[in-house]
């Protein structure tokens, strides 16, 4: 009985292998369904707070120090590998569209195309990107080693809140340069493109500009910057939510740091296929 037995397959063996991976798949959807819903309500305290912050000026406010000081860590010093980025873009899209223009005889629409990928999408799109992985990997790490340090548990222990006095200055700080980053990664790589086209693609400085300015609208230049708001808003909370659920000591410190960078691109990209469909539908693409 008992060799029998061993050779008789088990019952539920073949529903044990469909559930196993339905299981898993179902637990993973609910942890990341409930990382989502901790960045939610941690954006929705940062707009509680502001909100208080200007209904009640005299009872809530913020320290404008902290915030300057987190506007230059994290936009002025990104500021430069921004520029050397963007300058690329401009350069690539110079010589990568000019050959196949002429072959049409028009080269010199270059402008024409560089103005409007630049203005609507790889302008905010590039610099979110870096900064994200300039300063906001910064920001999580930062905020995580204070968890770890108990810094946090400091700061409620004396009636601080943590989202007001940490969490507010470095979002407030990714948006507003992310907002100036956006414009001037627009402006970086539409004068790398200028200049390419005059040394190496022999363009006119005239043409390309009237070509530009002949394409280009003021919806496309500001659909843009707005885009780059959102982006920095979606930077911020990622990376400041992220370091306050850090656990583990130094370890979930570089887990949080990976994962931040990780989930802002992700979130960039979709944010920004959301917009385009918005803006296209609105017709304003």
Not at 76 to 81: D, M, P
Not at 179 to 200: E, F, P, Q, R, W
Not at 218 to 245: E, Y
Request: glycine share 10%; net charge neutral.
């Amino acid at each position: 009985m008992a060799e029998s037995g061993q050779d008789t397959p088990p019952k539920f063996g073949l529903l044990t292998l469909l559930v196993a991976p339905v299981s898993f798949l179902g637990q993973r959807a609910l942890a990341v369904l409930d990382h989502i819903g901790s960045m939610v309500m941690l954006l929705r305290d940062v707009s509680g707070w502001l909100w208080r912050s200007v209904r009640y000026r005299k009872k809530f406010r913020f320290g404008f120090a902290a915030i300057v000081s987190q506007v230059v860590r994290v936009g002025a010093r990104s500021l430069f590998i921004i520029s050397l980025v963007s300058g690329c873009i401009g350069f690539i899209l110079a010589l990568q569209l000019a050959p196949p223009l002429d072959q049409f005889g028009q080269k010199e629409l270059v402008a024409n195309i560089i103005g409007v990928a630049v203005l609507r999408e790889l302008g905010p799109l590039i610099a979110a990107v870096v900064l994200t992985g300039f300063a906001g990997a910064a920001i999580a790490a930062e905020i995580g080693t204070m968890v770890v340090g108990e810094e946090i548990e400091a700061l409620e222990a004396h009636a601080l809140n943590p989202v007001r006095f940490l969490v507010i200055p470095r979002v407030l700080a990714a948006v507003l340069s992310m907002t100036c980053l956006a414009v001037i990664a627009d402006v970086v790589s539409i004068s790398s493109g200028l200049m390419t086209s005059m040394v190496a693609l022999d363009i006119p400085y005239a043409t390309y500009v009237n070509n530009l300015l002949d394409q280009v609208k003021p919806v496309d230049f500001w659909t843009g910057v707005g885009k780059g708001s959102i982006f920095g808003l979606l930077i911020g909370v990622i990376a400041c939510g992220n370091g306050l659920q850090v656990t583990g000591g130094a370890a979930g410190v570089g887990k949080a740091t990976t994962a931040s960078v990780v989930e802002s691109v992700v979130a960039i990209i979709i944010a920004d296929m959301v917009f385009t469909a918005i803006f296209y539908a609105l017709k304003l693409v």
